[in-house]
């Protein structure tokens, strides 16, 4: 890509960078972070398996019930909070944008006027609600601990802490779902504005 196409950039540590630069950054760190919190449910299992209850006799269903419905609530909360915060963070942290050009096939997308601070606010709101979103899935699977050491059965125990660990999988980092709602919030594109696809 040639200077030209790269946009207005930043110094970090003595040399510019530009907005793809800062996303290539930002997501290998969100993704190590990523892996380190689904490793952590599946060291729950881990302990499920290894460590033995010490109950005397299973739970009562009463209980059993009772957590399967704030682990279920918990599910809910896992998407619907780090949506809210998401939106309440967009709606609050806008940037200038440059009205689309019109093109053969109709107007193009907006331009970020400065794609570096664009991206930088990008990455700032999609960072915390992801965590929070990971952060409930494996309070899922934390009730599926406790369960175990109630004297659930093995098979009651994993399903809580499978369904945890998925929940955290399935929430891995990738461009359009950290930096996607922050594109189209602003109508604007990151690809547009420095040139090539992301």
């Known amino acids: 890509m040639s200077a030209r196409n790269m946009g207005p950039a930043v110094r970090y540590h003595g040399r510019h960078m530009t907005a793809r630069q800062i996303f290539t950054r930002a997501m290998k760190t969100v993704r190590i972070l990523w892996a380190a919190l689904v490793f952590s449910n599946v060291l729950l299992g881990?302990?499920?398996?290894?460590?033995?209850?010490?109950?005397?006799?299973?739970?009562?269903?009463?209980?059993?019930?009772?957590?399967?419905?704030?682990?279920?609530s918990?599910?809910?909360?896992?998407?619907?909070?780090?949506?809210?915060?998401?939106?309440?963070?967009?709606?609050?942290k806008r940037v200038e944008t440059t009205p689309p050009e019109p093109t053969a096939t109709g107007p193009a997308l907006a331009r970020f006027m400065d794609p570096v601070k664009a991206a930088r606010r990008a990455m700032g709101g999609a960072f915390t609600p992801l965590i929070?979103?990971?952060?409930?899935?494996?309070?899922?699977?934390?009730?599926?601990?406790?369960?175990?050491?109630?004297?659930?059965?093995?098979?009651?125990?994993t399903a809580f802490i499978a369904t945890g660990t998925l929940l955290a999988a399935i929430r891995f980092p990738t461009f359009e779902r950290l930096v996607g709602p922050f594109e189209r919030a602003h109508g604007a594109s990151f690809a547009a504005s420095e040139g090539g696809s992301y």
Request: charged share 5%; glycine share 2%.
């Open 132 to 157: 929070v979103s990971i952060a409930l899935s494996e309070a899922v699977s934390m009730v599926g601990l406790q369960l175990h050491m109630l004297g659930a059965s093995m098979t009651v125990s």
């Open 46 to 72: 881990v302990v499920t398996f290894i460590v033995p209850s010490q109950a005397s006799r299973p739970p009562e269903a009463t209980l059993v019930y009772m957590l399967a419905a704030v682990a279920l």
């Open 74 to 92: 918990v599910v809910v909360s896992s998407f619907v909070v780090p949506a809210r915060m998401r939106a309440a963070y967009l709606a609050n």
